[in-house]
């Protein structure tokens, strides 16, 4: 579908959720206030024990539920993402919101490049309330992203729209993943597939508090599997696979390093024995 026209496309925005009624209001609000009309919202309650539902049901038949036992972010966006009817994907996290204008942002952008296959917008960054400016390394580049987007990652899944036959081409995200999911993702598709980024800061993302699920885990662990994985698949161009190499040994490094300084020495030596090697 990547270059077919998407004059009155239906944009499906998948939103999956687990116990954030404190904030879902505000991310569901701002996907119905949207200035493009056609959009279906499908929220995934990922096993909610608070009041999530009784939130949702005020909706009735503006939005699409689907409910399902807690298996994590990633299980809950692959069953909206399968389940969708639009021929664009947009993601939304529920403690994030959207400018009105985010959504017929992308679709003109669509319009504009038939070849084009994501983007994603720029984001207004807000910590514990309050405003704040991303340094340097998180500003997003456009284009071809794979090596910059090794060393973290620089693709925001509020901020995102892709088409939806890109899910057919690269895959699902990966649901054994509990944290750094996107960046796996978003590695896959940056290897082989542009990644628009367009100038307008559409997407309100906030951070901070105690449920984020990136302060709950090591993200250089998962990090490391996702890279090992794509160097394994053989599908990298001889100099990607030399820069992620690069990058794996460093995160190897550091996280092995990190390991001996909280005592978990086996688990360091391994990594440490595996940068040693690459």
């Known amino acids: 579908m990547g270059n077919k026209d998407v004059n009155g496309a239906r944009v499906s925005v998948i939103l999956p959720t687990y116990n954030r009624a404190w904030t879902l209001k505000e991310a569901v609000d701002s996907v119905l206030n949207q200035d493009y009309p056609h959009i279906e919202l499908i929220v995934i309650d990922d096993g909610s024990t608070d009041n999530t539902q009784d939130l949702l049901a005020v909706y009735r038949d503006r939005i699409r539920v689907l409910t399902q036992a807690n298996k994590g972010v990633s299980a809950a966006r692959n069953a909206g993402i399968r389940t969708s009817r639009g021929s664009l994907i947009a993601l939304l996290d529920s403690d994030d919101a959207w400018d009105r204008r ?37 500003q997003k580049p456009s284009g071809m992203i794979f090596e910059a987007s090794l060393h973290l990652c620089l693709v925001s899944p509020s901020a995102v729209m892709m088409r939806k036959d890109l899910f057919d081409r690269i895959g699902y995200f990966n649901e054994d993943f509990t944290v750094c999911e996107d960046y796996d993702l978003w590695l896959r598709v940056s290897a082989v597939l542009p990644v628009f980024r367009i100038d307008k800061p559409y997407t309100v993302k906030r951070g901070g508090h105690t449920d984020q699920l990136s302060g709950l885990h090591s993200q250089d662990k998962f990090r490391i599997r996702s890279l090992s994985a ?49």
């Open 102 to 138: 985010k959504i017929s942002c992308q679709v003109e952008f669509f319009q504009a490049h038939p070849g084009a296959m994501i983007c994603q917008t720029e984001e207004i960054w807000i910590r514990n309330g309050k405003r704040v400016n991303p340094k340097k390394r998180h």
């Open 230 to 278: 794509i160097i394994e698949s053989g599908g990298l161009t001889r100099d990607q696979a030399a820069e992620a190499r690069k990058v794996l040994k460093d995160k190897c490094r550091v996280y092995g390093n990190g390991c001996m300084k909280r005592g978990k020495k086996e688990e360091g030596e391994y990594y440490l024995n595996l940068c040693r090697i690459l």
